[in-house]
């Protein structure tokens, strides 16, 4: 069975700092990959979304990044934080192009 | 406008009552309607799944979609506590993007 494991669960940084979210698939080839960003009390936006290694397609411009280096790795950044990045990440991902598939989430705080 | 539209709540229901949630979209090309359950702190988990109109009825849950008002619905019958959780509605036209769109989620609470 398919399983995705985001990492880590919870991060408190400081405005300005770097940023690496991680996100990895398991049990799934070519799968789509996604990440949004939950703010509280708010819908869920689509940041980037990736069809395949390498390609990136962008949502919304702001200081993020993400990037696709394996087939099942979904990896978001960010060079210098700030305070409206604060909010719960998830990951997501899709083989029938149908529906979707979320992992654990990781709660980013930015002091 | 946007594309869809979801009522956050916030609601509360006495446990075993049937709770109704809904949606309401723009788009005619979308054919496909899920509901995602998230409880707090959590990634959102797939509920239910359906492919353009019609009721799936799945243990206590039952989607209906309803293409010609542009209307879907969840019901959930004999509520329980552990049906707390914020409810979001998303939906798709089938893309090779995959590109999903949410309703913004209604929060319910069941009490005992």
């Known amino acids: 069975s398919q399983t995705i494991h985001q990492w880590p669960a919870t991060l408190v940084q400081p405005v300005g700092s770097p940023l690496s979210l991680e996100c990895t698939v398991e049990?799934?080839?070519?799968?789509?990959l996604y990440w949004y960003r939950q703010a509280a009390g708010r819908g869920l936006q689509l940041l980037f979304y990736s069809v395949g290694i390498g390609q990136i397609s962008s949502e919304v411009p702001q200081n993020l990044s993400a990037s696709r280096p394996q087939d099942r790795q979904f990896i978001l950044s960010s060079k210098k934080l700030l305070l409206s990045d604060s909010g719960f990440y998830l990951c997501a991902w899709s083989v029938n192009r149908e529906t979707q598939y979320f992992g654990p989430g990781t709660r980013l705080l930015v002091l | 406008q946007k594309e869809v539209e979801q009522d956050p709540g916030p609601l509360s229901v006495p446990e075993g009552a049937i709770v109704s949630l809904n949606c309401t979209y723009s788009?005619?090309?979308?054919?496909?309607f899920m509901w995602y359950r998230q409880y707090s702190r959590k990634g959102p988990e797939l509920l239910m799944y359906t492919y353009s109109s019609g009721n799936k009825e799945d243990g206590r849950f039952t989607a209906q979609v309803d293409k010609s008002s542009k209307y879907i619905s969840l019901f959930i019958r004999d509520s329980q506590p552990s049906d707390s959780a914020t409810y979001l509605c998303?939906?798709?036209?089938?893309?090779?993007?995959?590109?999903?769109?949410f309703g913004r989620g209604t929060q319910l609470t069941v009490w005992p």
């Open positions: 788009n005619s090309a979308f054919q496909y």
């Open positions: 998303a939906m798709s036209a089938g893309s090779t993007l995959g590109r999903l769109y």
């Open positions: 049990g799934t080839s070519n799968p789509n």
